[in-house]
C-alpha cells in the first residue's frame, strides 16, 4: 500500500509499483529507476509503471505538494469560538475503577454535584461564545452523570428553549457506567442524546478487575442487560461501548471480539494512559503485542464484514474521501479554544482530562476566560509545532495527539506522548488495510 500523505490518497500497488516509488523515493528519476530494476522486472513494464506514477501526480493522487505548512504561521492566529463543553455533571461516581484519571469522580478535589443553576450559566456561556456557529456539543459527563440525573433533563430542556431563541442546535451526549440505567433514562436518551457512551471493558473478568463497586463487587452482570437493551433501542446506532484495557489484558483484541459477540456493533476500547509506576500501566515492552493484538482484530473484523455480520471499531474508522475540515485536521479536539469542560462549580478547564489541574484553570462561567495566554499556548498546538509529527505519515488523521497525554507524560502540552503515537500510527496501518481489503473485495 502507498499513502500520499497530503491528499490522502491510498493505492494498492502490486510489487513492480511499489519497488519503482522505493526507487524514486531514494532520488532516483525515471531512468535511474528503470535502469535499477531492469534485472529483477521486463524494462516495458517498468516504463509503463514510470507513466502511470506520472499521471497519478498529474491528477493530485501522488507526490502532492503540502498547502499547510506555508499557512501555519497564520493558522496559529485564526480567530476561535467555542463549540463544544464538557458538563462534569457529577464529581462523585458509584463504581470504583482501578485506572480512573477522576479519582472516582472527585479530580483531585471534592465531590459535587452541578446544580441546575451552574449548568444553565455553563450554555450561557457557550451559547455567548459561539460567534455564528450554529451547531453546538455538550456532552455530560462525571464521575457518573446518571447521579445527577434531574440536572441533566432540565439542563436539556433549558438547551432546547435557548437554541429557538439564539437559532442554535444543541447536540447532547452522554457518558454513563450503566449502574442506573432505567427505562426512563434510556427513553429521555433516546429522544435527547445524539450519542451515548456504555462504559464497559470487555470479558467479565477484564471488566471487574477494574471496574468494581466500592465494596469490591463486579459490574459486569449489572450492566451487560441494560447495555443490550440500549444499543438494541438505539437501533445499533448512535452509541459506543467504550472500554479501557491495560497491561492486565494486552489480548484485549478479545475483549472488543467479546462485545461483538454480545451483539455490540458500534465498539471503542482504548490503552490505559497511567504513570508508569502503576501495575496496570502500558509499558514499552508491551507495545509489540499490541501491534500484534491490532493486526488480529483488523483480520477479524474483514472476516466478519464479509460473512454480513461486521462491527464498527472506533480506532478503525477513517474517511478518505470526507474527512475532518482543515482546522481538525491540523489540530485535533481544539481542547483550550474550541472545546473546555466545566467542574460542578462553573470552573473552565481546557478539557476533562485537565481538571483538578489550578495551573490550566482558564475562569469560570461567571468570569468568563481570564486566562487568555493559556488559550493562545493551545492555540499553538498543531501537526507542524512538534517535530515528530510535522515527519509523520499519520499526521493528518491523528492531528498531532493529546495535549493531556502529552502534559502527563512530558509535562508540555506540546510534545509527543511516544507509546501513544507509536499505537495510533499501528492503527491507522490496520484502518487502511481494512479499507483497501474491502474495497478490493468490492472491486
Request: net charge negative; charged share 30%; with cysteine.
Given at each position: 500500500?502507498?499513502?500520499?500523505?497530503?491528499?490522502?490518497?491510498v493505492h494498492?500497488?502490486d510489487d513492480?509499483v511499489y519497488?519503482?516509488?522505493?526507487?524514486?523515493?531514494?532520488?532516483?528519476d525515471?531512468a535511474?529507476?528503470?535502469?535499477?530494476l531492469?534485472?529483477k522486472?521486463?524494462e516495458s513494464e517498468?516504463r509503463?509503471?514510470?507513466?502511470?506514477?506520472?499521471?497519478?501526480?498529474?491528477?493530485?493522487?501522488?507526490?502532492?505538494?503540502?498547502?499547510?505548512?506555508?499557512?501555519i504561521?497564520?493558522?496559529g492566529?485564526?480567530?476561535?469560538?467555542?463549540?463544544?463543553?464538557?458538563?462534569h455533571?457529577?464529581?462523585?461516581?458509584?463504581?470504583?475503577?482501578r485506572?480512573?484519571?477522576a479519582e472516582?469522580?472527585?479530580?483531585?478535589g471534592r465531590?459535587a454535584?452541578?446544580?441546575?443553576?451552574?449548568g444553565?450559566?455553563?450554555l450561557?456561556?457557550?451559547?455567548?461564545?459561539?460567534?455564528?456557529?450554529r451547531?453546538?456539543?455538550?456532552?455530560?459527563?462525571?464521575?457518573?452523570?446518571?447521579?445527577?440525573w434531574?440536572?441533566?433533563?432540565?439542563l436539556?430542556?433549558y438547551?432546547?428553549?435557548?437554541?429557538?431563541?439564539y437559532?442554535?442546535?444543541f447536540?447532547?451526549t452522554?457518558?454513563?457506567n450503566?449502574?442506573?440505567?432505567?427505562?426512563?433514562i434510556?427513553?429521555?436518551?433516546?429522544?435527547e442524546?445524539?450519542?451515548?457512551v456504555?462504559?464497559?471493558d470487555?470479558?467479565?473478568?477484564?471488566n471487574?478487575?477494574?471496574?468494581?463497586f466500592r465494596k469490591g463487587?463486579?459490574?459486569?452482570?449489572?450492566?451487560?442487560p441494560?447495555?443490550?437493551?440500549?444499543?438494541d433501542?438505539?437501533?445499533?446506532?448512535k452509541?459506543?461501548?467504550?472500554g479501557?484495557f491495560?497491561?492486565?489484558?494486552?489480548?484485549?483484541a478479545?475483549?472488543?471480539?467479546?462485545?461483538?459477540?454480545?451483539?455490540?456493533?458500534?465498539i471503542?476500547?482504548?490503552?490505559?494512559?497511567?504513570?508508569p509506576e502503576?501495575?496496570?500501566?502500558?509499558?514499552?515492552?508491551?507495545?509489540p503485542?499490541?501491534?500484534?493484538?491490532?493486526?488480529?482484530?483488523?483480520?477479524?473484523?474483514?472476516?466478519?464484514?464479509?460473512?454480513?455480520?461486521?462491527?464498527?471499531?472506533?480506532?478503525?474508522?477513517?474517511?478518505?474521501t470526507?474527512?475532518p475540515?482543515?482546522y481538525?485536521?491540523?489540530?485535533?479536539?481544539?481542547?483550550g479554544t474550541?472545546?473546555?469542560?466545566?467542574?460542578?462549580?462553573?470552573d473552565?478547564?481546557?478539557?476533562h482530562q485537565?481538571?483538578?489541574?489550578?495551573?490550566?484553570?482558564?475562569?469560570?462561567?461567571d468570569?468568563?476566560i481570564v486566562?487568555?495566554?493559556?488559550?493562545?499556548?493551545f492555540?499553538?498546538i498543531?501537526?507542524?509545532?512538534?517535530?515528530?509529527?510535522?515527519?509523520c505519515?499519520s499526521?493528518?488523521?491523528?492531528?498531532g495527539?493529546c495535549?493531556?497525554?502529552?502534559?502527563n507524560f512530558?509535562?508540555?502540552?506540546?510534545d509527543?506522548?511516544e507509546i501513544?503515537?507509536?499505537?495510533?500510527?499501528?492503527?491507522i496501518?490496520?484502518s487502511?488495510?481494512?479499507?483497501?481489503?474491502?474495497?478490493q473485495?468490492?472491486?
Open positions: 500500500m502507498v499513502l500520499d500523505v497530503n491528499s490522502s490518497s494498492v500497488v513492480i519497488d519503482v516509488l522505493m526507487c524514486k523515493e531514494a532520488g532516483n525515471d535511474a529507476a528503470v535502469e535499477a531492469k534485472g522486472y521486463p517498468l509503463e509503471c514510470c507513466e502511470e506514477i506520472q499521471e497519478l501526480k498529474e491528477q493530485g493522487m501522488l507526490y502532492t505538494e503540502d498547502d499547510y505548512r506555508p499557512a504561521d497564520q493558522f492566529q485564526r480567530p476561535t469560538v467555542v463549540k463544544a463543553l464538557c458538563l455533571i457529577a464529581h462523585d461516581c458509584n463504581l470504583a475503577c485506572y480512573c484519571f472516582e469522580g472527585e479530580y483531585h465531590r454535584l452541578m446544580s441546575l443553576e451552574v444553565m450559566k455553563a450561557d456561556f457557550l451559547i455567548a461564545n459561539s460567534g455564528s456557529r451547531n453546538l456539543e455538550v456532552d455530560f459527563f462525571g464521575g457518573e452523570p446518571t447521579l445527577n434531574n440536572v441533566v433533563k432540565e436539556v430542556r438547551g432546547r428553549r435557548q437554541e429557538k431563541k437559532n442554535k442546535n447536540r447532547f452522554l457518558t454513563t450503566g449502574v442506573l440505567l432505567n427505562d426512563e434510556m427513553e429521555f436518551c433516546n429522544r442524546m445524539g450519542n451515548v456504555l462504559s464497559i470487555g470479558r467479565k473478568e477484564v471487574d478487575r477494574m471496574r468494581p463487587q463486579g459490574s459486569y452482570d449489572l450492566i451487560v441494560k447495555f443490550q437493551k440500549f444499543a433501542s438505539r437501533n445499533q446506532d452509541y459506543y461501548v467504550r479501557t491495560t497491561h492486565h489484558n494486552l489480548d484485549f478479545a475483549d472488543v471480539i467479546h462485545m461483538a459477540d454480545l451483539g455490540f456493533k458500534q471503542s476500547i482504548e490503552p490505559v494512559v497511567a504513570p502503576m501495575d496496570y500501566a502500558i509499558r514499552r515492552e508491551d507495545v503485542i499490541i501491534k500484534e493484538q491490532y493486526d488480529i482484530l483488523a483480520q477479524e473484523i474483514i472476516r466478519r464484514e464479509k460473512e454480513g455480520r461486521g462491527f464498527n471499531f472506533f480506532h478503525f474508522m477513517i474517511d478518505l470526507g474527512g475540515c482543515v481538525k485536521r491540523l489540530s485535533g479536539c481544539g481542547s474550541e472545546y473546555l469542560a466545566v467542574t460542578p462549580w462553573g473552565l478547564y481546557p478539557c485537565f481538571v483538578g489541574k489550578d495551573e490550566f484553570c482558564l475562569g469560570n462561567v468570569t468568563g486566562r487568555p495566554d493559556l488559550v493562545q499556548k492555540k499553538q498543531n501537526v507542524y509545532s512538534k517535530k515528530e509529527c510535522s515527519e505519515f499526521r493528518f488523521f491523528c492531528s495527539g495535549a493531556a497525554n502529552s502534559y512530558t509535562g508540555n502540552i506540546n509527543v506522548y501513544g503515537c507509536e499505537l495510533q500510527k499501528k492503527r496501518e490496520c487502511l488495510m481494512i479499507k483497501a481489503a474491502l474495497a473485495d468490492e472491486a
